[in-house]
């Protein structure tokens, strides 16, 4: 069954680093979002993208964040200034409508 | 502000036991889901609820949906220890791109 795949796993960072995460999501799908989840605590939204921008996006994705579809396959979530707050577990997801299908994660701590 | 709630948030149960997780969310959607997250896991989609009176059922799991009364349902019937993860509903926004909205999560501790 097709997946979506997020490298790597683990990101270690110092604050104030530039860190991109990276996702392939499923090749039919047409949505796709990036969500964080700190830990013990529930699944928050960032950002949706579809046909090539940006469709909406929480308040938490504030001007440190940015998400690229550079080629036709690679979603790319990039944080430019870390802060200790960042550090959480970054899901990229993607979906034709619903459900939606997320990776594994990449796990980001911010020292 | 969409608003999504479980109850409740943390559940221990022995095995052979029934339970059920309530989801109550605040916006006229009428599409429900449930999802399922191992520590340090992803999150795999269980069921997707589609309309008023929705019931689905996997293995020791059923789900619900009563759209007027924006409550979904999660039972459990007869645990079992590979029940233990934390569950999480999550309402979909249909008007922007299909957002998803997650509840507040409920971990379930099945023990032995």
């Known amino acids: 069954e097709p997946e979506v795949t997020q490298t790597p796993s683990h990101q270690v960072t110092q604050m104030g680093q530039e860190v991109i995460l990276r996702c392939v999501p499923i090749?039919?799908?047409?949505?796709f979002y990036w969500y964080r989840q700190i830990l013990g605590q529930k699944v928050e939204f960032l950002v949706s993208?579809?046909?090539?921008?940006?469709?909406?996006k929480s308040e938490i994705f504030d001007d440190q964040f940015s998400v690229e579809r550079p080629d036709g396959s690679n979603f790319t979530l990039k944080i430019r200034s870390t802060k200790l707050e960042d550090s959480a577990m970054y899901f990229c997801?993607?979906?034709?409508?619903?459900?939606?299908?997320f990776g594994n994660g990449t796990r980001l701590t911010v020292t | 502000e969409l608003k999504v709630e479980q109850n409740p948030l943390f559940l221990s149960m022995q095995e052979g036991k029934n339970y059920t997780i309530y989801c109550n969310y605040s916006t006229t959607s009428d599409r429900l889901y449930w999802y399922r997250q191992d520590p340090g896991k992803s999150l795999e989609s269980l069921f997707v609820l589609l309309s008023n009176g929705a019931v689905k059922q996997e293995g020791r799991l059923m789900a619900s949906l009563d759209t007027k009364a924006r409550l979904s349902t999660l039972h459990i019937t007869a645990a079992v220890h590979d029940l233990s993860a934390t569950y999480f509903c999550?309402?979909?926004?249909?008007?922007?791109?299909?957002?998803?909205?997650f509840g507040t999560g409920t971990r379930l501790q099945v023990t032995l």
């Open positions: 090749s039919n799908h047409l949505y």
């Open positions: 997801a993607s979906s034709i409508r619903s459900p939606l299908h």
């Open positions: 993208f579809y046909n090539n921008e940006i469709s909406e």
């Open positions: 999550a309402e979909i926004n249909t008007g922007t791109a299909s957002k998803l909205t």
